[in-house]
């Protein structure tokens, strides 16, 4: 036990002394949080559009107040012709045009509709798609309040979306980061420190010593669960605290699949170590086997259920997908055990096969 | 009389077609300082390697201790100190942090065995705070060597432990493996250098992964049965070749700044020989005679086998 213990705190100082390793273990998950949360951002504010209006008359004015008054849209400029339309998007700068049909408020009195047409710019599809939903929007609420006696009969859908009101970007992205960075952490860390040592030649004087594998394999664990464990937690602290992503369900319960996630990584990062020799060819393997696949496979940007066929059987193989549905549940939902166990057992299997193999691969010897 | 420490019995090993040990076999008695003396290449590592357990041999047994290398390769991690070719520090650790770190590994403490290190460890400790990575060559091999030591081992590996350390510190070390031999433990060392081979007990040539003698040092150049003139002048190239024109010649190679020309016992032409080499237009023809070294026997060995 003695001699574990020399080996874990021989593991503490090569991490502490490395001070840029460091750095990105604590300040990656506050910097990705921080980016995620404000910069890649769905959420749509002051777009700049542009407003054809042909009737100049009391209901567009009315019309262009309350879609510029929404807080999503700021007038760039009022155009004077439908050509101007072309050259002002070319600009660039504006998203979206307006355009006010003729004799607008006299055709909606006396036929009981008018011409507007929303033209977005759908070079960036999304943001068009987000933007053109949003003017409607706004219009139709404002033609519905004008004509509320007008109308006998009508049906209005109340929305309410469940689980995330505003629809913030940052609830998908709390759980995506988690999976990803632990990912990262856990896996690439614990390869490259084994690697290093074989590069190094200390492995060979580990090998020779009376240190069994399994305390090496451990030994060299122990410290990355630790600051693994220690980062979700910034991550969820910052998630409520900065972002206000809610923690509804259990906290230990949650606390206990991060841990669970971080074994699985570790165990996987293991497994690669075993199977490599160099820290070149572990990096490699770490980055590209796991981090695509965990921000591209995982349902954390793409929803998995839109994927072709064969890409939704390998998004079933990939375990971050299974913890971000967990983590999720967990904290979005409120869920408990009944909800998340068939989850929490394929990551357990996940770890299980990954350890079984790394033991299997482990050389007592050399080459 | 006592088992011998290591024993060796027709050892083969090979990495694809390259054969790095053929049928290799030798025996080590208990406190003996025994070294491997060959070129790079010649399978030195391999068999360092394997007898500590690190390869299994293709074909052929060892011991150590009277213990197997493949079966019992746990127990004989216990009892063996080993230094790798490449100086196994963690350079982000200082001295005495790698010193208590492989103390620890092996169960036991920098105070326990002090006694075994101290005359090694004093020329470090001075500079015990400093991390690996910034001590001189010299200084890491000692350290390498107190961290293989540190748990009071039965035998010890050194392999190469003198390859990139200056002349003065090399000197420093074999004098201390001298000292440890005080304390009985068998040490096996490998060395590309030649010089080398007078300060250890007994000496394997070793080449092409064949052992080509095992000796005393003073045996095997007792037994070189050539004698030798070395010649020098001020164009040294052309000398070799001027060299092999001469007759009677057994062989020429060329040592450093000299060339070491063999002939077969009897009377020496050195008077022969110079007008030889004026005629060719040599300048500043030194020639004398002089006592085999080991790398001449070496260098015999050689040709020979080829």
């Keep these: 036990m003695k001699r574990f213990t020399g080996f874990v705190i021989k593991e503490f100082y090569h991490i502490f002394r490395d001070y840029r390793t460091l750095l990105i273990l604590f300040g990656m998950p506050a910097v990705q949080l921080l980016l995620f949360g404000y910069v890649v951002t769905n959420e749509i504010k002051d777009a700049r559009i542009a407003i054809y209006d042909a009737s100049k008359d009391e209901v567009t004015r009315k019309i262009s107040e309350k879609v510029l008054s929404s807080g999503y849209f700021i007038l760039e400029k009022n155009l004077k012709n439908y050509a101007e339309i072309g050259p002002t998007f070319r600009e660039g700068k504006t998203k979206l045009v307006l355009v006010f049909g003729s004799n607008f408020a006299e055709k909606l009195q006396r036929e009981g509709k008018a011409d507007i047409q929303i033209l977005g710019d759908a070079s960036d599809p999304n943001t068009a798609n987000i933007l053109v939903n949003y003017a409607s929007g706004i219009i139709s609420n404002y033609l519905i309040s004008v004509n509320i006696e007008k109308v006998p009969m009508r049906i209005i859908p109340e929305v309410r979306m469940q689980y995330n009101p505003g629809l913030k970007g940052v609830f998908m992205f709390v759980p995506g980061i988690m999976a990803m960075l632990l990912m990262l952490i856990s896996a690439l860390m614990t390869s490259l420190s084994i690697t290093r040592e074989k590069e190094l030649g200390t492995m060979e004087l580990l090998l020779v010593s009376p240190l069994r594998p399994i305390q090496i394999i451990i030994g060299k664990v122990i410290p990355y669960v630790l600051l693994a464990f220690i980062d979700s937690c910034i991550i969820l602290g910052m998630g409520n605290f900065v972002f206000g992503v809610p923690i509804q369900g259990n906290l230990i319960l949650l606390l206990f699949e991060c841990l669970l996630y971080i074994t699985m990584a570790l165990s996987l990062g293991i497994l690669i170590s075993s199977i490599t020799s160099s820290q070149q060819i572990a990096m490699t393997i770490s980055l590209m086997a796991l981090m695509l696949p965990t921000i591209l496979l995982s349902g954390f940007i793409f929803p998995v259920e839109n994927m072709p066929v064969i890409l939704q059987v390998l998004c079933h193989a990939m375990p971050p997908k299974y913890f971000i549905t967990i983590i999720k549940d967990i904290m979005l939902k409120g869920n408990g055990v009944s909800f998340i166990w068939k989850e929490t057992l394929v990551m357990m299997s996940f770890t299980v096969i990954f350890i079984l193999i790394s033991i299997k691969k482990f050389k007592v010897r050399l080459a | ?306």
């Design chain 2, 1 to 306: 009389m006592e088992n011998p420490s290591i024993v060796v019995d027709n050892i083969s090993r090979s990495y694809g077609p390259v054969k790095a040990l053929e049928q290799v076999s030798f025996e080590v008695p208990k406190g003996e300082l025994f070294g491997f003396i060959g070129p790079d290449g010649a399978g030195k590592t391999t068999l360092f390697r394997i007898l500590a357990t690190l390869l299994l041999p293709d074909t052929g047994t060892a011991t150590v201790e009277g213990l197997d290398v493949v079966k019992d390769f746990r127990k004989i991690r216990k009892l063996l100190g080993y230094m790798p070719g490449k100086f196994s520090l963690y350079m982000d650790l200082s001295v005495e942090e790698n010193l208590s770190f492989y103390a620890t590994i092996f169960g036991t403490t920098i105070r326990e065995n002090y006694d075994l290190i101290k005359d090694i460890y004093r020329q470090i400790e001075p500079f015990k705070t400093r991390r690996a990575g910034k001590l001189s060559g010299g200084m890491k091999q000692k350290l390498a060597l107190c961290c293989a030591l540190i748990h009071k081992p039965a035998v010890l590996f050194l392999d190469e432990p003198t390859t990139g350390v200056d002349a003065v510190s090399r000197m420093e070390f074999w004098e201390m493996l001298r000292r440890l031999k005080e304390s009985n433990i068998t040490i096996m060392v490998s060395t590309p250098y030649m010089d080398e081979a007078s300060l250890c007990d007994r000496v394997a040539l070793i080449q092409d992964g064949k052992i080509m003698k095992i000796s005393k040092p003073e045996e095997i150049v007792a037994g070189f049965r050539h004698q030798i003139l070395a010649v020098r002048s001020g164009r040294f190239f052309e000398l070799l070749t001027d060299l092999h024109g001469f007759p009677g010649i057994h062989s020429v190679n060329a040592f450093g700044q000299a060339a070491h020309v063999t002939f077969d016992k009897g009377v020496l032409p050195v008077e022969a020989l110079r007008k030889h080499l004026v005629a060719a237009r040599h300048e500043d023809v030194m020639i004398e005679e002089i006592n085999p070294t080991i790398e001449d026997c070496f260098m015999e060995l050689m040709n020979t086998e080829n």
